[in-house]
Structures are given as C-alpha cells and as structure tokens.
T-cell receptor, first 113, second 111 residues
Framework: GAGVSQSPRYKVAKRGQDVALRCDPISGHVSLFWYQQALGQGPEFLTYFQNEAQLDKSGLPSDRFFAERPEGSVSTLKIQRTQQEDSAVYLCASSSGTGYGYTFGSGTRLTVV | GENVEQHPSTLSVQEGDSAVIKCTYS??????FPWYKQELGKGPQLIIDIRSNVGEKKDQRIAVTLNKTAKHFSLHITETQPEDSAVYFC??????????FGKGTTLSVSS
C-alpha cells in the first residue's frame, strides 16, 4: 500500500482483556517499529524488527507486551491482561533502512476501562 | 541513555510571523535529527531531517539548524500559515535504530 496501515483505529478493552493490534508496513520496508504515545507526550519506543527478526525489545514495559512479525511483513502487537495504564495510542512505523526517515501509521487508540 | 528536551511546550504566533522550536540532547554519538508534525488523530509526519555532518538544511519555509558542539538543534518555520498549526516533535537517532522523541510543541497560528 501507499502508507503504513494500522487496525483497528480505536479499541476499547475491559481491564484484564487481551488485545491484538495490527500493522501493515509499506511494501518492501525491512524495518518496523512500535511506539507508545500517551496523551500529550511524545512517542516512546517499544520494539524494533528487521525483517522477521526482533532486534530490540528493550522498550516493552512488561512481559504482558509481546510483538511478532513472522513473515517479515505484517506485525502484531499483543497486550495481555490489559491495565488502565496501557491506555495510549500505539503507533507503528516502517522504513527501508535501519532507522532513518521512517513513516508512521495513524495509530491505534487503546482505551482500557 | 539519550535525553531529549524540547522548548517551548506551546507557541502562539500571528500568521506571517516566524516560529522557532529548540531541542537539546545528551548523547554526543547521536547522528540523526528529524522533525515530525502531528495533526489531531494522525500519526507523526516527517517534515525535515538533518544528519550530523550538516549544520543547516532548508526546504521552502522550513529549516533546521544543528550545533553538535552545544548538542542542540532548532526548527525554523517562516511565513507561518494557519495550516502550520499542529504539534511538532523533535527526535534524536542514536546510530540508526530507535528514535528518542521530545515531548512536543503545540504551535498555534492565528489569522
């Protein structure tokens, strides 16, 4: 596609529920990043993939967060047993290189109630 | 780790005026400095970037300046227009993986 596509755009989850957020990067982009953006803050790094390899997951806040990119294209960010502090916009970005000039999707706004 | 400070947090200008947003960083090994514009309900959009071997870069009404010695860089927008109103983020790239973002500047341009 022409841009990075994320779905769903909005997700409301009850506390304790598991959620899965999807990212379709720009075709051919080898690098894929997940960021978390709290209200009124800048994006914060969660994890990075180069093709199917997860090279950096240092930003994942707890072991409830898990990301995968099994075929080096679509990626899924899964959050288990959601908590209220997980409420945020989750942004996906992709780039053709290793971190320069990446393109963001519009994000998924997660609200945990 | 890298620490990025961005100022001001809000900026109001009249249409046609210039706007300047500044960022400082801590890691002297950082070598990539992009600026993003984020409109309501959208993801950040790259508007200009600079690498550490360049001191200034300009693209029409937008320019970025970099002072590696002082570890700061700035975004300059000239002849501002109402459609420039948005949240602007600076970011710093330590050697090509994750970007570290500032907290953002909300720019309001009134006509």
């Amino acid at each position: 596609g022409a841009g990075v596509s994320q779905s769903p755009r909005y997700k409301v989850a009850k506390r304790g529920q598991d959620v899965a957020l999807r990212c379709d990067p720009i075709s051919g982009h080898v690098s894929l990043f997940w960021y978390q953006q709290a209200l009124g803050q800048g994006p914060e790094f969660l994890t990075y993939f180069q093709n199917e390899a997860q090279l950096d997951k240092s930003g994942l806040p707890s072991d409830r967060f898990f990301a995968e990119r099994p075929e080096g294209s679509v990626s899924t960010l899964k959050i288990q047993r959601t908590q209220q502090e997980d409420s945020a916009v989750y942004l996906c970005a992709s780039s053709s290189g290793t971190g320069y000039g990446y393109t963001f999707g519009s994000g998924t706004r997660l609200t945990v109630v | 780790g890298e620490n990025v400070e961005q100022h001001p947090s809000t900026l109001s200008v009249q249409e046609g005026d210039s706007a300047v947003i500044k960022c400082t960083y801590s890691d002297s090994a950082s070598n990539y400095f992009p600026w993003y514009k984020q409109e309501l309900g959208k993801g950040p959009q790259l508007i200009i970037d600079i690498r550490s071997n360049v001191g200034e870069k300009k693209d029409q009404r937008i320019a970025v300046t970099l002072n590696k010695t002082a570890k700061h860089f700035s975004l300059h927008i000239t002849e501002t227009q109402p459609e420039d109103s948005a949240v602007y983020f600076c970011a710093v790239g330590p050697s090509g993986t994750a970007l570290i973002f500032g907290k953002g500047t909300t720019l309001s341009v009134s006509s």
